[in-house]
């Protein structure tokens, strides 16, 4: 025993996307939800606000435990440590309905990498059963899914899949543009972990400036956090309501780095190649989800043809077509484990 504290780095990530199915109110948007309301949602899930950005398409918190999102119709809560996101969607749901003015969920995704010390989570986030049974009780048309190894590293993942029937419209397919890419690195190089210490950098611009964090998607504004006495959180937004979203737990025997982004590209090699550049993991996951009008389309044909990213092996690859969405899961290492 190092006598290090555990600190559980990977995130539970909630995206909720909300409609009106008879298009009754134009006016209807997340960011209508008040500020108290959010903060007693997020004392449920045992987190809080620390820093707040925004622009005309997006609303972005900087957590205690890693981050939120809020644009006019999407909600995004990502979570860490023993955080318990999923009992604060009832509550949500309600707030979305008095305040915000839409009816429907359209779509809904809930995810997380398999945990490094599951038992010391809170119910109902111990296991993935009780965390779909807690999801099965609100949606009827949840399903459930893991891919990657189940017994070693994989990512768990709740959407709603409805059964398709081609004689019915469905009039709540989005035709809006959307794509999410997500890197969950694991083993991480100590030397650029210890830049996410209090001990190497003054401040969160110093680390972010340090590490390359700024050049991964540049022109974004951000909003950086450099924790006492370690760990770090940044958010990034620009004007097209893009957001990036990076976490560091930099302790050697959890090291965690996650990253998110939901900027359109033909291609994400670039930008796979800088984070992974950026961090040097022993491994990790990735995911793209693209809808059926995201220039990110064809990423999923072209990471079939990637059975290494450089000095990094593909494990593991899987495919899956959603209501909306197409979904790759790809997971890589250096060695084999
Ligand atoms: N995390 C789920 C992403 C779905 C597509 N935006």
Redesign the pocket.
Known sequence: DSGVQFFEGVEK?L?VWFTNSDNSNKHADLRKIPRNKLESILKIVRCEIISFINNEQIDAYVLSESSMFISKRRF?LKTCGTTTPLLCLQSLLLLVEQYAGFTEVEDL?Y?RKNYKRPELQIGPHQDFDQEVALLDAIFPDGAAYCLGTMNKDCWYLYTLNPPRDSSINNTLTSLDP???L?ILMTDLDPDVMSIFTREECLTAGEATKKSGIDKIIPNMVVDDYLFEPCGYSMNGISKNGCYMTIHITPEAEFSYVSFET?IPATSYREVITKVLDTFHPGKFVITV?T?QTSAAIETPKEMQHWPAIGEWKRRDMQHCCFKN?DLTYAFYSKFPS
């Open positions: 990530l995206e995004i995704f995810s959307d794509q999410t997500e939901n989800f809808n969405y």
